[in-house]
């Protein structure tokens, strides 16, 4: 059974910076896409970033050149830095394992950021 566990949240000031991590068990890592995405309340949940690979990994223009993610293949955990933090960016943020069978999401991770 495809598990996925988010952590790393919490909070943190303006301009400051977290790292999120995201561990996906029960499937080979290399075969799948991981995506990152967040919600805030009452909102739709948004696209953060899509890592096909590490050298192609696509960002929401929100984050862009703010956020970096990546994985870990030896670890089955991909990762979601995220630098530069404004109030725009609290959100519960989640993981997504895009499998042939489906999405496998995680129960995500809050990130509060304070001015």
């Known amino acids: 059974q495809v598990q996925v566990v988010e952590s790393g949240g919490g909070l943190v000031q303006v301009g400051g910076s977290l790292r999120l991590s995201c561990v996906v068990s029960?499937?080979?890592?290399?075969?799948?896409?991981m995506g990152w995405y967040r919600r805030t309340p009452g909102q739709e949940r948004e696209f953060v970033a899509r890592?096909?690979?590490?050298?192609?990994?696509h960002y929401s223009d929100s984050v862009k050149g703010r956020f970096t993610a990546s994985w870990d293949n030896a670890k089955n955990t991909a990762y979601l830095l995220m630098d530069n933090l404004n109030p725009t960016d609290t959100a519960v943020y989640y993981c997504?394992?895009?499998?042939?069978?489906?999405?496998?999401w995680g129960q995500g991770t809050a990130v509060t950021v304070s001015s």
């Open positions: 997504a394992a895009f499998l042939t069978t489906g999405t496998r």
């Open positions: 029960g499937v080979a890592f290399r075969t799948i896409v």
């Open positions: 890592i096909v690979s590490n050298e192609m990994v």
